[in-house]
């Protein structure tokens, strides 16, 4: 599978710096006010920004007129914008001053004390990135499968401190695989987005929102391989600095191990596609793959 067109970049580090002084010194509130104007503009004045949100917003709300989905595509990315303005106050105010609400924390605490690997299967939802910093607590080492994107630094998004995750490059050696492999082997925790394939990643196409959309099979194939239970993970935005995390665990037992392997893959491929459609149906502004999914 050819890579995604790159989805356009909007913003500049000029525009996060104003952003950060604007939490540093005034706070929360105003940081928000300025995100009124500045989604206005994009969604107005810069057709590319529509042309990346249409394909997303048109399929989750069919049959809406022209000014109704405009509307939309601007409540998208003023929640969008809010995650952003979010996860930098985390990285400037300290991580305390995000509230996180968790409450399968516990379950996964105890799925870890078992000491096999768990395969987190992220999605471009909410504050992902900040989700995975918050999984310490389970006492195992993160490797999270992610290119980083170095306009995320310079807004505060890449700050997960000396005890985050130990990120590994789809742009490796056999796209990081044998890295991720040998970590689920030791009982770590490995994070790969579901929603995104990296370069030449194997893909299957699977129903989601009425069209068949390309999703890769990494994280089921690393689960099956080295034994290891799955985890989907979810974030919603509940207010102001709060966020709620969900976990779906799908522990790996003799059954998946027992089936075809393709067979397998397919199936667990389904039950995350069909976790991610309940809950943008659920937060339906709260989905941030701003490219055409579903296009060859």
């Known amino acids: 599978m050819s890579p995604p ?4 970049r909007y913003g500049n580090r000029p525009g996060h710096q104003i952003f950060r002084w604007v939490i540093r010194h ?12 500045v989604i206005g503009y994009y969604v107005l004045f810069r057709p590319s920004a529509v042309r990346a949100a249409a394909p997303y917003i048109r399929r989750r709300f069919p049959r809406k007129g022209c000014f109704q989905r405009l509307w939309q595509i601007y409540r998208h990315y003023y929640q969008f914008g809010a995650c952003l303005v979010d996860q930098a106050a985390a990285g400037i105010l300290g991580p305390e001053s995000l509230r996180i609400e968790f409450p399968d924390a516990e379950d996964l605490s105890r799925i870890a004390r078992e000491g096999r690997g768990l395969v987190f299967i992220t999605s471009h939802v909410g504050i ?34 000396d005890d985050g995750p130990r990120v590994i490059s789809p742009d490796g050696f056999l796209g990081g695989i044998p890295e991720l492999s040998s ?24 129903a989601f929102l009425g069209e068949d959309a390309s999703f890769p ?10 034994k290891s239970d799955l985890a989907v993970l979810l ?18 037992t003799d059954d998946w191990l027992a089936m075809d392997k393709d067979a397998a ?18 937060h339906p502004y709260m989905w941030f793959n701003f490219f055409d999914f579903w296009a060859d």
Request: proline share 5%; net charge positive.
């Open 5 to 8: 067109k790159r989805e356009p």
């Open 26 to 37: 005034l706070g929360m509130g105003p940081a928000y006010k300025v995100l009124v104007p």
């Open 128 to 161: 992902w990135q900040r989700a995975i910093s918050v999984l310490g607590f389970m006492k195992r080492t993160v490797y999270l499968h992610l290119r980083q994107d170095p306009s995320s630094e310079s807004m505060g998004l890449a700050e997960f401190g």
């Open 183 to 206: 970590a689920l082997a030791h009982g770590n925790i490995v994070a790969i987005m579901g929603d995104r394939g990296f370069g030449s990643a194997t893909c299957e196409k699977a």
């Open 217 to 226: 099979l990494l994280p089921y194939h690393l689960a099956l391989s080295t």
């Open 235 to 252: 974030t919603s935005r509940t207010g102001p600095m709060r966020f709620r995390l969900r976990a779906v665990t799908i522990r790996m």
């Open 265 to 282: 893959r397919s199936l667990l491929l389904r039950r995350y596609v069909g976790l991610l459609e309940d809950h943008i149906g659920e």
